[in-house]
C-alpha cells in the first residue's frame, strides 16, 4: 500500500529495544516537525483553502501525537531529550532541485510530507509487530493508522494540485531515490535513522 521499495529491516527493532528512551525522544521531535510542516504549508500556500483546512487539523493532530509521546517519556521517569539531526530528511530534501514554480514548490513539498508519513508508518507497523512490550506496541499500532492517512492525504493533495501523471512520475523517482537513501540507514535509534 506504501509503495516503498525498500523495507526497513526488521533487525531495526532490536537497536529500538535497547534504546527506548532515545527513539522516544526522536518520535517526539518527529511529531513536533510533522506539526511545523503544516504550518509551514498554511504559511506558504494560504490561498488552498481545502489544504489549508486540513493543516490546520494536522497541526491538532500531530501535537497531541507530541503530548502522547512526551506523556510516555515522563511515565518512564524520563526527560525529553535535545534534538537531533535527521539524517533520512536531509538526505531525502536533495532529491528536488530548489525553484520552480509556486505549484511546482507545493508539490514537492506535499510529495516529501507523503514519504516521510509513509516510512513512519511502515516503521511503527514494524514495531506494533515486533516489540516486546505489549503496552508500546499498541501505542504504535494506533499511530501507524494515524500516519497511513497522513500519507494518502499529502499524496492525493499533490496529484490534484499538479499534473496527475507528472506528480505520479515524481513520486516514483523519489520512491527510488529514498530507497538508495534507506540502504545506508536503519542501524540508528531514531524514527527514520
Not at 527493532?13 to 504550518?39: F, G, M, P, R, W
Not at 514554480?101 to 509513509?118: D, F, G, N, P
Amino acid at each position: 500500500m506504501l509503495g516503498l521499495k525498500l523495507p526497513t529491516d526488521p533487525r531495526w527493532v532490536n537497536i529500538v529495544e535497547k534504546n527506548i528512551e532515545d527513539i522516544l525522544t526522536d518520535h517526539a521531535y518527529c511529531e513536533q516537525k510533522a506539526a511545523s510542516t503544516a504550518i509551514s504549508l498554511i504559511v506558504g500556500f494560504p490561498e488552498y483553502t481545502e489544504l489549508v483546512q486540513e493543516m490546520i487539523a494536522l497541526v491538532e493532530e500531530e501535537m497531541s501525537h507530541f503530548k502522547m509521546v512526551h506523556d510516555r517519556i515522563l511515565e518512564n521517569g524520563w526527560t525529553l531529550g535535545r534534538d537531533r539531526k535527521d539524517d533520512y530528511v536531509l538526505a531525502l530534501i536533495k532529491f528536488f532541485p530548489k525553484g520552480g514554480s509556486r505549484t511546482t514548490q507545493l508539490v514537492h513539498r506535499l510529495l516529501y510530507a507523503a514519504l516521510i508519513e509513509a516510512r513512519s508508518c511502515e516503521r511503527f507497523r514494524l514495531l506494533s509487530e515486533e516489540l516486546e512490550d505489549k503496552k508500546l506496541a499498541k501505542f504504535y499500532r494506533k499511530l501507524m493508522i494515524s500516519e497511513a492517512g497522513h500519507y494518502t492525504m499529502f499524496l492525493n493533495f499533490a496529484r490534484k494540485y499538479g499534473d496527475r501523471a507528472e506528480v505520479d512520475h515524481k513520486w516514483e523517482q523519489l520512491l527510488d531515490y529514498e530507497a538508495s537513501i534507506m540502504k545506508n540507514l536503519g542501524d540508528k535509534e531514531t524514527i527514520h535513522g
